[in-house]
């Protein structure tokens, strides 16, 4: 089975697709007007359809060129970020990882004070997927690479998009610093540095 989320491509929220491989077998979630094969009632959501249908088409024409850009400007802000920040560590391969993606452990902080700094400053991360945003463990998947807790707390996820700039990237690595010194300053890990 693989499914999608339109909005994760640019296009509307609310559509997605779900493929099953032959000889899956579901239960329907909604039942009624036996639409879909008998899988899904109701009308179908057409604006939101074409919408993703286009979305598809566009990120399709142009992912080539576009995952080299996104490439530059994550290898750009991790560079910038574990030269110029102590104490922190790159989540996941250098290479292998998605072009738009970069997670980053910065040691002796916990990462909501960060988030909320980055906030303040108009730079938008999060520290974990945002279908988990609102719990308060450590991420799964940093505690399965070998992460202790304290760590997967203080790691912070950056994503890069479509409209991401350069610009973007130089003020993040402008103000970032700033924060984290200043975070540490009063972390009670202080004396752990």
């Known amino acids: 089975m693989l499914t999608a989320s339109s909005h994760k491509i640019y296009g509307?929220?609310?559509a997605g697709f779900l493929y099953l491989k032959s000889g899956i077998l579901i239960v329907p979630l909604l039942h009624g007007g036996g639409h879909e094969h008998n899988?899904?009632?109701?009308?179908?959501?057409?604006?939101?359809?074409?919408?993703f249908a286009?979305?598809?088409?566009?990120?399709w024409q142009n992912s080539n060129s576009e995952s080299k850009g996104l490439t530059k400007l994550r290898d750009k802000l991790i560079d910038g970020?574990?030269?110029?920040?102590?104490?922190?560590k790159l989540n996941g391969d250098p290479k292998k990882g998605l072009p738009n993606i970069a997670?980053?452990?910065?040691?002796?902080?916990?990462?909501?004070?960060?988030?909320?700094?980055l906030n303040l400053a108009g730079i938008y991360?999060?520290?974990?997927?945002?279908?988990?945003?609102?719990?308060?463990?450590?991420s799964h998947v940093l505690?399965?690479?070998?992460?202790?807790?304290?760590?997967a707390h203080g790691s912070i996820r950056f994503s890069l998009g479509r409209w991401t700039s350069e610009e973007d990237i130089n003020y993040v690595l402008k103000v970032l610093p700033v924060i984290v010194k200043r975070l540490r300053q009063v972390s009670p890990f202080k004396n752990k540095l």
């Open 125 to 138: 991360a999060s520290t974990g997927s945002a279908c988990s945003s609102p719990s308060l463990s450590p």
């Open 12 to 14: 509307p929220k609310g």
């Open 103 to 117: 997670n980053i452990t910065f040691s002796f902080i916990e990462g909501e004070s960060l988030l909320l700094e």
């Open 39 to 51: 899988l899904r009632s109701s009308t179908l959501n057409v604006p939101s359809i074409i919408g």
């Open 143 to 151: 505690m399965a690479i070998g992460k202790n807790a304290q760590d």
């Open 54 to 59: 286009k979305a598809a088409k566009l990120t």
């Open 81 to 88: 970020i574990l030269k110029n920040i102590p104490k922190t």
